[in-house]
Structures are given as structure tokens and as C-alpha cells.
């Protein structure tokens, strides 16, 4: 199998699986039955009834990646024009994106290369669009990487292949894609089928959730998922038809005028002594409660598969924890958050050196460029100032306490300079008020 065929067959196989996990992220789930009978009965009329719990766990995770900003170790210069870049590029808004489709999907890509105009451009790119192929003897190198979108000036569909060395354009014309790698043709992009890549490195950034392949966060969810909305909605069709407790009337008198209603009194004739005597009664109400609590349990171990806290699910018991018991409740999420953010830092670190790169500046060394999230943790502000106040006692300078914690050397200059201003002042203060001293004890009082 050539790379043409190997990158249409990927894509088409991977347009078709991540359809289905945005689907139950979006909370667009399908109702899944055990037994076709039911399926058949119920899934073409009933009304769909879904707890997205899906959402939550993703959404959960993505609060607390938060990227804030990088820095180039040693160059003021260097990392003023990087976040500069970060911004003209818009990155600073899809960075989002590229954080949830890395949780959704798997993973997830940033295209980085020069538009038509010159000037330097950098977007997320739907995952659905893009591949990246890596060497076998080393699954970190990539090899190459490959890109389809439908053009819908030329009416039919591009696809690219970008490799170290050059980049090759294909077209299909039709409003599909096609399954086959034999539906596309060479296409030609400034009079040239085939062009040099004049940087030598792929512009397509693929963010990895895992080297082993596909794995979506929601993998382990969907089947506990499907569970949810399946109690869910019969608990619904429950509550149609055995919720409100059903009445009945045995009696040989006609009853049709009988109606149920606050303050109706019935008059029912006694039986005549033979046959059946006039009764009435009701049938007990189906209990709910049974549903919900088995929805419950199914909840719970959608926190424990996924390390998301309970609270994130029921609020009900944690108004009562103080701040220390919440951290610890948030600590398998926390350690999660911080494993992404790690697996991310690399390909961001080379994404920001090609950026560079682009712009006509290089920079020596890629671990150069430090990667600054937010501290995923909860952090109380008095247990903040408390582990500083211990660390500076044991001898780490609050200087260094606040750069581990990111802060931007702007912020720590502002810092030092108010602290400069308010020893001034101090000293100003004390001075006048030992003149002042001075001015009384010369005049006796």
C-alpha cells in the first residue's frame, strides 16, 4: 500500500469513529437496547431521553488545562515575539479546541505554514481532516502527514501530503470523498504538482493522547453512558404509564358518570349478595425511585473510571468539606490533568520552534521553550501563602517560589518594583515621624 492509499483509507476510517465520540460528547447519544425486539418496538417513536454525562467528565478535565503562555529561557526578545505570535495567529482562542479534541477524539492537530500573503499562520485543524504516519523503527519521527478538506471553489475535494522534503497535491472532483486512493489525481498549486519543502520539517503538529493508537477519554464512558440513558428513559416511560396509581371499580351498576376529581363523593349500590360484591381499589404505583438509584450507582462509576470528582456528577454532600478535603477529593484528576499537560508540552516545545523558524528567527536548542500551564490543583489562597511562607523558611527564595508557580518575569519586576516603592515610603514615614519626635522633645512636651 502506497502513502496515497494508506492516508485515504485513515482518514475514512477515522471520519466514521470520531463522528460517534463528538456525538456523545455533544450529548447527541443514540439509545442503545439489549435485545432487537426492544429496539424495534420502541426506537422508532420514542423520545430520547439523555443524561450527558460524557460532557462532564471532558469538560472537567479541560478547566484546568489552561495554557497560559511560553517562554524562551534566556531571550526577553524571543519570548515577547513567541507569545506575540501566539496571538496574531489566533492560537490563544484554539487552543481550547485543540485541548478537547485531543480529549475527545484522541488526539489532535495544529497546521503551522505561510499563507498566500507571506505573513505566518497557525490553526487547529479538525481531526477528522488530518493524519500523521511515523517511522516504524521509530514511532517518534514522523514520516509524513497528510490533509483533505473539500474545496468548494473547484467543487470537489484536496488532498496534500506533506513530507520533509517536498509536499504533493492531489484532487477529486464530486461532493464525496472518495474510498479509494484511485479517485484522486495530481493537482497542480502554482503550476506544480509537486513542491519542495524548503524547512525540512512537516508542518503538521499531532498532539497524541496515546502512541498506541486511538483511545479516546470517553472509551471506558460510552458503555456506562449507554446504561444511563437506557434507565433513564424507561424510567421515563414509567413515569407515562405506571407513575399515578391506577383505580378500579368492580360493581354490576353502570359507572361511566363516576368522576375522579377533589370533593367528588360516589354513591355505589351494595352487591346483591350473590355474586361479586361492589369493591373498589387501586394498584400500586410503580416505584421511580428504583431507576434512579441504579442510575446513581452507573454514575459513580463513571467518576471513579474517568478519576473525576463526585461533586463534578451530585453536588449533594460536599458543601460541608473544607478546602483541604476537596483538594484531596480532586487529586486523581489533578495527576491526570498533569499527565496530558506533559504529553502536550513536547509537541507544543517544536510546534513554537517551527514558529520561530517561519517568522526568520531560530533558537539553538527546542528545550528552550518552556511550555507554562496553569497549575492544574485547586489552590486556597491561605494554603498558598502558607506553603510559601514554609518554604521561604526553609530557605527558597520567594522569587523562585513564584517563577515555579508562573509567574511572568513582567510580573515579577512589577513586583519588585512596588516592593521598592513601599520601602521607600517606609522609610519616608519612619523619617518623618523621628522629626517629628525630634520637634517635640526640643520643645519639652
Known amino acids: 500500500m502506497n502513502d496515497l492509499q494508506n492516508a485515504v483509507r485513515v482518514l475514512r476510517m477515522k471520519s466514521q469513529a470520531n463522528a460517534a465520540l463528538w456525538k456523545y460528547y455533544e450529548g447527541r447519544h443514540p439509545m442503545v437496547y439489549t435485545y432487537e425486539r426492544l429496539a424495534?418496538?420502541?426506537?422508532?417513536?420514542?423520545?430520547?431521553?439523555?443524561?450527558?454525562?460524557?460532557?462532564?467528565?471532558?469538560n472537567a478535565a479541560l478547566e484546568r488545562?489552561?495554557?497560559?503562555?511560553?517562554?524562551?529561557?534566556?531571550?526577553?526578545?524571543?519570548t515577547d515575539l513567541v507569545n506575540q505570535l501566539w496571538l496574531k495567529t489566533e492560537m490563544d482562542v484554539d487552543v481550547d479546541d485543540v485541548h478537547k479534541s485531543f480529549m475527545v477524539t484522541s488526539e489532535a492537530f495544529v497546521f503551522v505554514w505561510k499563507n498566500n500573503e507571506g505573513k505566518v499562520e497557525a490553526y487547529e485543524n479538525n481531526p477528522d481532516l488530518c493524519a500523521v504516519f511515523y517511522e516504524s523503527s521509530n514511532p517518534r519521527k514522523k514520516r509524513y502527514g497528510a490533509k483533505w478538506w473539500y474545496e468548494d471553489s473547484l467543487n470537489g475535494w484536496r488532498l496534500n501530503l506533506y513530507y520533509p522534503n517536498r509536499f504533493e497535491y492531489y484532487f477529486h472532483r464530486g461532493e464525496t470523498a472518495p474510498?479509494?486512493?484511485?479517485?484522486?489525481?495530481?493537482?497542480?498549486?502554482?503550476?506544480e504538482t509537486v513542491a519542495e519543502n524548503p524547512l525540512g520539517e512537516i508542518p503538521i503538529f499531532h498532539f497524541r493522547r496515546s502512541r498506541r493508537g486511538q483511545r479516546s477519554e470517553l472509551e471506558e464512558l460510552i458503555p456506562i453512558q449507554d446504561g444511563v440513558n437506557k434507565l433513564y428513559s424507561d424510567m421515563m416511560v414509567a413515569a407515562e404509564f405506571?407513575?399515578?396509581?391506577?383505580?378500579?371499580?368492580?360493581?354490576?351498576?353502570d359507572v361511566s358518570k363516576l368522576k375522579n376529581a377533589p370533593n367528588e363523593i360516589w354513591e355505589l349500590p351494595g352487591g346483591d349478595g350473590e355474586g361479586q360484591e361492589t369493591s373498589?381499589?387501586?394498584?400500586?404505583?410503580?416505584?421511580?425511585?428504583?431507576?434512579?438509584?441504579?442510575i446513581e450507582k452507573l454514575v459513580e462509576a463513571a467518576a471513579s473510571v474517568s478519576r473525576t470528582p463526585h461533586y463534578y456528577f451530585f453536588k449533594t454532600g460536599t458543601s460541608e468539606l473544607g478546602g483541604e478535603a476537596l483538594i484531596a477529593l480532586e487529586s486523581a484528576l489533578v495527576k491526570k490533568c498533569k499527565r496530558?499537560?506533559?504529553?502536550?508540552?513536547?509537541?507544543?516545545?517544536?510546534?513554537?520552534h517551527f514558529l520561530l523558524l517561519l517568522d526568520g528567527e531560530t533558537i539553538d536548542n527546542v528545550e528552550r521553550v518552556r511550555v507554562v500551564y496553569a497549575q492544574p490543583e485547586t489552590m486556597q489562597p491561605y494554603t498558598q501563602a502558607q506553603?510559601?511562607?514554609?518554604?521561604?523558611?526553609?530557605?527558597?527564595?520567594?522569587?523562585?517560589?513564584?517563577?515555579?508557580?508562573?509567574?511572568?518575569?513582567?510580573?515579577?519586576?512589577?513586583?519588585?518594583?512596588?516592593?521598592?516603592?513601599?520601602s521607600e515610603m517606609e522609610q519616608m514615614n519612619l523619617a518623618e515621624s523621628m522629626l517629628e519626635a525630634q520637634r517635640r522633645f526640643d520643645q519639652g512636651e
Do not use: H
Open 65 to 78: 488545562m489552561v495554557l497560559e503562555r511560553f517562554v524562551v529561557d534566556g531571550d526577553e526578545k524571543l
Open 242 to 253: 405506571g407513575a399515578f396509581a391506577q383505580r378500579y371499580i368492580i360493581s354490576n351498576s
Open 40 to 58: 424495534q418496538v420502541f426506537g422508532p417513536n420514542a423520545t430520547p431521553f439523555v443524561q450527558n454525562w460524557c460532557g462532564v467528565v471532558i
Open 340 to 352: 496530558y499537560i506533559r504529553v502536550m508540552q513536547n509537541e507544543w516545545q517544536k510546534m513554537i
Open 179 to 191: 474510498d479509494e486512493a484511485g479517485g484522486f489525481e495530481r493537482f497542480a498549486v502554482n503550476g
Open 280 to 294: 373498589v381499589g387501586q394498584f400500586a404505583a410503580t416505584n421511580l425511585q428504583n431507576y434512579w438509584q441504579t
Open 387 to 422: 506553603v510559601r511562607q514554609l518554604n521561604v523558611s526553609s530557605g527558597i527564595p520567594l522569587l523562585t517560589q513564584l517563577r515555579n508557580d508562573g509567574w511572568s518575569k513582567a510580573q515579577i519586576d512589577q513586583l519588585m518594583a512596588d516592593a521598592r516603592m513601599m
